[in-house]
């Protein structure tokens, strides 16, 4: 967890920890990441994402959270397993429609990981001088290296690297950019772990997606009706207003074509509507 970090930052930090009780434990592992979103927000470059999401959270996709599962296996004792000759998981892609949970995956699997999730987003990276994107993208990566094991999250990436290939001189930056992460994804041993998201891929280079970049691609569809009742219960749940009573196969019935989060703020707001009324069960007729 140390990595990254300097001597006298190593020194400081065990002293506060052996300060606050005469110990150093794997509790104090907090005070380090506090540190670490200290210089990823001094860079500008990264910026550290605070979750609460968990796997279970999800609901649906079942394919997906099995395979995080397995990877978060190797995550969270990586040392081993590379010494078992594992290698190193490189990353994964989430492409389809928005709202159907990319995100929330991206978030759940740090949480599964027990890693800190960092975004990149490219569109901050674009300096006005010549060679200066290019040279924040580099230090970017450096820094997700040096905060390593992590997460490292691009939402979007088709928005950041869409059009390459055309002539325009801002696209040369944007390919250059391009260049610049696919050898590093390519190259990549450390264990940052590479979640990216895309509502559309059909503007993205195909050499992309080639194997050896991703370890795995997962196309997410809107929602069946089996992964509806799961994010309807997931919901009320969550906000402790799910009882038997609710007729979850009729909901599911009222919501084809919906993706998860319209599902989300129809709960959302019908739990809102039920306390404005001053009552105090969600029937099946409010949803
Ligand atoms: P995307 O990144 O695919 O556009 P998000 O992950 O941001 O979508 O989804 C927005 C919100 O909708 C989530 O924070 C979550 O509350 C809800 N949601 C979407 N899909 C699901 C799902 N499969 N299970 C539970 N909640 C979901």
């Given at each position: 967890?140390?990595?990254?970090?300097?001597?006298?930052?190593?020194?400081?930090?065990?002293n506060?920890?052996?300060?606050?009780?005469?110990?150093?434990?794997?509790?104090?592992k907090?005070?380090?990441?506090?540190?670490?979103?200290?210089?990823?927000?001094?860079?500008?470059?990264?910026?550290?994402?605070?979750?609460?999401?968990?796997?279970?959270?999800?609901?649906?996709?079942?394919?997906?959270?099995?395979?995080?599962?397995?990877?978060?296996?190797?995550?969270?004792?990586?040392?081993?397993?590379?010494?078992?000759?594992?290698?190193?998981?490189?990353?994964?892609?989430?492409?389809?429609?928005?709202?159907?949970?990319?995100?929330?995956?991206a978030k759940?699997?740090?949480?599964?990981?027990?890693?800190?999730?960092?975004?990149?987003?490219?569109?901050?990276?674009?300096?006005?001088?010549?060679?200066?994107?290019?040279?924040?993208?580099?230090?970017?990566?450096?820094?997700?290296?040096?905060?390593?094991?992590?997460?490292?999250?691009?939402?979007?990436?088709?928005?950041?690297?869409?059009?390459?290939?055309?002539?325009?001189?801002?696209?040369?930056?944007?390919?250059?950019?391009?260049?610049?992460f696919?050898?590093?994804?390519?190259?990549?041993?450390?264990?940052?772990?590479?979640?990216?998201?895309a509502?559309?891929?059909?503007?993205?280079?195909?050499?992309?997606?080639?194997?050896?970049?991703?370890?795995?691609?997962?196309?997410?569809?809107?929602?069946?009706?089996?992964?509806?009742?799961?994010?309807?219960?997931?919901?009320?749940?969550?906000?402790?207003?799910f009882?038997?009573?609710?007729?979850?196969?009729?909901?599911?019935?009222?919501?084809?074509?919906?993706?998860?989060?319209?599902?989300?703020?129809?709960?959302?707001?019908?739990?809102?509507?039920?306390?404005?009324?001053?009552?105090?069960?969600?029937?099946?007729?409010?949803?």
């Amino acid at each position: 967890s140390f990595k990254g970090l300097s001597q006298f930052e190593i020194v400081q930090i065990l002293n506060l920890a052996y300060h606050d009780d005469g110990m150093i434990t794997a509790k104090d592992k907090d005070m380090i990441l506090q540190e670490k979103e200290q210089f990823i927000k001094k860079s500008g470059l990264l910026e550290l994402i605070h979750t609460k999401e968990h796997i279970e959270d999800i609901g649906g996709l079942e394919h997906l959270k099995k395979w995080l599962q397995r990877k978060g296996k190797i995550f969270n004792n990586i040392e081993r397993a590379i010494a078992h000759g594992v290698d190193v998981p490189k990353g994964l892609m989430l492409i389809g429609m928005p709202g159907c949970g990319k995100s929330l995956a991206a978030k759940a699997s740090a949480k599964l990981f027990e890693v800190p999730l960092v975004r990149l987003d490219i569109g901050k990276l674009f300096g006005k001088y010549v060679g200066e994107s290019e040279d924040n993208m580099r230090k970017a990566l450096k820094l997700a290296e040096a905060v390593s094991p992590c997460i490292l999250w691009i939402d979007e990436i088709e928005k950041a690297f869409s059009g390459i290939g055309d002539n325009s001189s801002s696209n040369s930056v944007t390919t250059r950019l391009f260049g610049t992460f696919l050898t590093w994804m390519q190259e990549k041993e450390s264990a940052v772990f590479v979640v990216a998201t895309a509502n559309d891929i059909t503007s993205l280079p195909p050499e992309f997606l080639r194997k050896g970049r991703f370890d795995e691609l997962f196309s997410i569809d809107l929602p069946n009706a089996e992964e509806r009742l799961k994010i309807f219960q997931i919901h009320l749940q969550k906000r402790g207003r799910f009882h038997y009573d609710i007729d979850l196969k009729r909901l599911v019935e009222a919501t084809d074509g919906y993706n998860g989060a319209d599902i989300e703020s129809s709960v959302k707001e019908t739990i809102e509507n039920v306390y404005l009324d001053d009552r105090n069960i969600v029937e099946t007729d409010d949803l």
